[in-house]
């Protein structure tokens, strides 16, 4: 930056569109989703200005119509990660020395891409591949990507403004270096601006990535690489490679060159990685940074106070939208003796209110199909041990069918163990377990709240009484590192409420603020002295 101290423009969140009936965003990502439907795409390698197709493929299909194929993508050989390493090392020797305003102004395109002619591709995209409502697209695929995007050009400006104090006859500067070596991005299914943003961000603060994309996001990760190459992103920066996980992670970090892992994902798995970077240790040239978000078993606790109608809503929508498959779900719920059966059967009338779950592309469902067969299983053998057990009660849905695609109805789960299984494990579909407690005992409950899960991901109390706010907030204090009051425990926008939770749900670095960008970056310290001592003599000598 030899020519000026430059301004980004000024972050603001993307204006969420409506697609009402008649909207002519409704009309175009409809458009969209059926030239997708009625086609077939075949996905390669992304390795610095290759386009690899390796030959072994597999399919890919909507999970609400798991027979019908959309398209194939390819599968790396060992080979094809080393050649990766190689021209992400090859690419950084330019990309790393790069200034900074040109990095931002690659970012700031993309954004604007997503935001005009890619809209409509990747949100299609995301409603066909991942089952995702319009709505559900909407504020993931275009809305939080637009932001990470942009929010993070700002971010990235003011980290470099962060300077030190110099003394008299001195300057101290900092450079934020990107780190030495490579990243390696493990991104979800279950938010495309999340697998658009665990390399995009390592990637703006000047580093190289390796990008393992889900397996069940392969079609829209597509598209993202589609706006970076438009965009302008320099061959080698972000190399897309997918196929065997094993062998990939392997490959990866037995290189000396891995130097930072940015995942989103299964707890056991980042903790295997974790054991993994230890394990080689010794091989690596810089200690890595570890950087992960990961599992939850998101609560709701209404007080006495809290209107019955918004307890409802929030269970609704917070366990409900996306069929559950967010990390922030709401999935263990209290509620109060008093106001409980009022509450239930608000949920009750909510849920007889949506069509059976079936395709996003008809805009009236409000749930389509889990991810993939293997959710849906997992699902179905709870939801089935909950009606054998004599604990535990559904008290609506439970049905589930995988004959056309993943459906699994909507289902509450009412418990007298707070302990009961479904009250513990992160399930990560929609189901949601309520337990009763005596209104008497809001204190013993909260600190039951706080004892139940190792996650601490989300979570969300619903009181009027602003007492019983300021308990919560200090009681569940560690038990989630996303608090929120008086609304559900999901829908964290950039900007304005930095993610990330603790204990077993992460390291708790906060996407979508300056925190996380700085795991990105090695700090120099420049000290520059304008006369220089020549006596080594100091006074106290004599």
């Not at 990235?156 to 001195?170: D, H, N, R, V």
């Not at 810089?286 to 809290?306: C, L, M």
């Not at 996303?482 to 749900?505: E, L």
């Amino acid at each position: 930056m030899g020519k000026g101290f430059f301004k980004v423009p000024i972050a603001v969140n993307e204006p969420i569109k409506s697609y009402a009936p008649g909207t002519p965003e409704r009309e175009e990502v409809l458009k969209q989703y059926k030239a997708y439907y009625n086609s077939k795409v075949e996905v390669p390698l992304y390795i610095g200005s290759e386009e690899i197709k390796t030959g072994n493929t597999r399919p890919m299909s909507p999970p609400h119509e798991h027979q019908h194929i959309v398209g194939h993508y390819h599968t790396a050989e060992k080979e094809h990660v080393e050649k990766a390493i190689a021209n992400c090392l090859e690419a950084r020797k330019k990309w790393a020395d790069l200034v900074w305003e040109q990095r931002a102004a690659i970012f700031l395109k993309a954004a604007d891409l997503i935001a005009g002619p890619y809209r409509a591709k990747i949100n299609a995209a995301t409603m066909m591949a991942q089952s995702k409502t319009i709505h559900q697209a909407e504020i993931d695929a275009a809305c939080e990507l637009i932001d990470f995007l942009r929010f993070n050009v700002e971010f990235m400006s003011e980290i470099y403004k962060e300077q030190p104090y110099s003394a008299e006859g001195t300057w101290n500067r900092v450079e934020y270096r990107p780190l030495e070596g490579f990243v390696y991005a493990i991104t979800p299914f279950n938010f495309t601006a999340i697998a658009g943003n665990l390399p995009a961000s390592a990637a703006m603060m000047g580093n190289v990535v390796v990008w393992k994309p889900s397996d069940s996001q392969v079609y829209s990760a597509k598209v993202i690489m589609d706006v970076f190459k438009e965009a302008g992103l320099p061959d080698g920066v972000i190399n897309m490679v997918m196929g065997d996980p094993v062998m990939i992670t392997e490959t990866v970090l037995a290189s000396p060159d891995f130097s930072g892992l940015h995942f989103t994902g299964s707890t056991h798995v980042f903790k295997e990685l974790w054991k993994q970077i230890g394990n080689n240790i010794h091989n690596y040239k810089t200690y890595p940074r570890i950087v992960g978000e990961t599992g939850g078993k998101d609560f709701i606790i209404a007080h006495p106070t809290a209107k019955p109608q918004q307890v409802a809503t929030a269970i609704t929508r917070g366990a409900f939208e996306f069929q559950g498959q967010k990390c922030s779900a709401a999935s263990r719920v209290y509620l109060p003796k008093s106001t409980a059966d009022e509450i239930l059967e608000l949920i009750k009338k909510d849920i007889e209110s949506f069509n059976k779950p079936g395709s996003p592309e008809d805009m009236s469902n409000f749930i389509t199909a889990v991810i993939h067969e293997g959710s849906f299983d997992k699902l179905a053998k709870y939801i089935n041990q909950a009606k054998a057990d004599k604990e535990a009660e559904i008290i609506v849905g439970g049905g589930y069918d995988k004959s056309v695609g993943y459906f699994v109805e909507p289902t509450v789960i009412l418990t007298k163990d707070p302990k009961y299984t479904t009250m513990c494990t992160e399930l990560f579909g929609p189901v949601v377990t309520v337990y009763i407690y005596d209104d008497k005992d809001w204190s013993q409950t909260l600190e039951l709240v706080d004892g139940t899960s190792e996650y601490a991901l989300t979570g969300a109390v619903l009181a009027t009484d602003r007492y019983a706010i300021d308990e919560a907030t200090k009681v569940l204090e560690n038990c989630a590192g996303n608090f929120y009051i008086n609304d559900k425990p999901t829908g964290a926008v950039v900007g304005q409420q930095p993610f990330g939770g603790a204990r077993a749900s992460g390291t708790n670095d906060k996407a979508g603020s300056a925190q996380n960008l700085l795991r990105w970056v090695s700090p120099r310290l420049i000290k520059e002295t304008f006369v220089t001592p020549e006596d080594y003599r100091y006074p106290f000598l004599g």
